[in-house]
């Protein structure tokens, strides 16, 4: 009757196990590191990189535990591991020095940051520390301000390339488009050329408003974007930045970034663990915009640093590709860009293929489609400065997909994958607020959290024990065996933990001795109504089931309620709150079952069992005790 099969006890024991090797990792600590990340977008982070941080730290006499090559794509990062915090700062000076030539302009970055020390076995099978929250851990938190007349601007000059584009290709001529602030005015001679130019436009773009004036002579036409239209390019200017952020903030070497939108136009950025404000600010504020322009082919190569540059044009001479002059006239940017892969071409050499989104597709054929033979721009743009990263020959009209070639090595081609995969910034932000969580704090916390949460286990577990006896002490191990099964979750599914998560832990601790309380009493009344042991044992397991059920699965809705609407710290105490109410299901039940079967189940005729005293009516203290034995 109360004897489970071999095969529960195996899962119990496995559950055990696996619940034990995945907690296990949160009890390695960290070490003193430094993170070498590009400094540049044309400075790569390979193999070489490695021994240039080893041959710099044997110069300056700063031993390294570890160093290697972490991370893929554009994470990829050089990890150095030191035994002592004096150490580590020393290294990131004697780095700095070292390996920059221009401190004002580095080619690497060394940020300060914290490593997990657990055994490379136990990440190769997912046993990972599970991340903590910034007020457990410290960190630095950021609101940004993204600059909304940036992003407008970037619109218009693309509604301004679009214009000229649409009315070359059906043959209206114009006598000058021109920008006039937020709006775009075109010329016309007469008023039936002007409106074969408005209706050729509006059939094209949906998000335009129009508006016909006269100057003299000269039929205008002011073409703007419409309010929704406005409203949705800021909407989505945001939104780019946020998937942006989110590829580019690895360089900081934090692991659990959070990074979300508040308000219409800002930014929160939340980064644990991260201590160096000043560097943490550098990196997000580095983050680059890409541009596709034409090469302006009236200006004669090699005099373009003194030829008259052309009104519509401009000059650059930053970069690989420069010095050239490249025409105001964006074609596209990042956000246009769907994929990038280094590749090579016909001739074998090093190329990008490129993939691009329909209207991406759309805006390239029209650019290029005249355009054979000449040269196109790929300039990226970072803290305010354009560096012009490529200028290949248009060998053919453009589509969706198409390739750059001429890239010169299979490096630089990787570089400007990479660089086109990752996006771009389509407006520049500005810091409105900084916070910084000292690590003291964070341990602070952690250490009251981690002593109510014992404590609370240790006057739970004693009440259970001193009321319910051998079973209550059953109750108690299975309570522990459900703190770790909701550890080793939290480890496994790489879940924040903040403080909300220790309250909610803390808050499953006591739903799940809820379970316990009510199995034991169902026990009890079995045997005040003069059950025997072993039956008593049983029907108040199942007796019990349903209320547990029923008490969780309420309780379990609610918590599904605060993770769907809620955000934030909310989010985190539902997720915690919802994990708990499952594995005290499981150890209040199963093995709890499991320990008392194991205990009781071998013994046949069964007389008494030490679950504390059952009172009876009309019995006297010492009867009852009696009755019980």
Partial sequence: MNRYPVWKYLLIAVALLLGALYTAPNYFGESPALQVTTGKSTVNITSATVGLVEDALKRNGVPATAVGLEGTGNSTSVRARFASTDAQFKAKLALERDLNRDRENPDYIVTVNLVKNTPTWMEKIGAKPMNLGLDLRGGVHFLLQVDGKAVLDTKVKGVQAAVRSQ???KNIRHAGI????DSIEVRFRDAQTRAAGRSALASQYQDLAFAETADGTEMKLVVTLKPDALKRTVEDGVKQNIATLSKRINELGTTEPLIQQQGADRII???????DVARAKDIIGRTATLELRMVDSTVTPGTELTA???LNSELFTEGRGAPVVVSKDIILTGDYISSAVASFDQNQQPAVSLDLNGDGGRRIRQATRDNVGKRMAILLKEKGK???LSAPTIQSELGSTFQITNMGTSEDANELALLLRSGALSAPMEFIEERVIGPQLGAENISRGLHSTVWGFVAIAVFMILYYHLVGFFSALALAANVLFLLALLSLM???LTLPGIAAIALALGMAIDANVLINER???ELRAGAAPQVAINAGFKHAWDTIFDSNVTTLIVGLALLIFGSGAI?????????GILTSMFSAVFVARGLINLWYGRKKKLSHISIGTVWKEGFTPNQQQATQE
């Avoid at 021109?178 to 602030?181: I, T």
């Avoid at 989010?571 to 994990?579: K, N, P, Y």
Wanted: aromatic share 6%.
């Fill in 167 to 169: 009315l070359r290709d």
């Fill in 178 to 181: 021109e920008r006039v602030g």
């Fill in 269 to 275: 950025v939340q980064l644990p663990g991260v201590q």
């Fill in 308 to 310: 008259a540059i052309p």
């Fill in 386 to 388: 354009y560096s012009v």
């Fill in 494 to 496: 790489q879940i924040t």
């Fill in 523 to 525: 026990i009890r009344e």
């Fill in 571 to 579: 989010r985190g105490f539902a997720v915690v709150h919802c994990l």
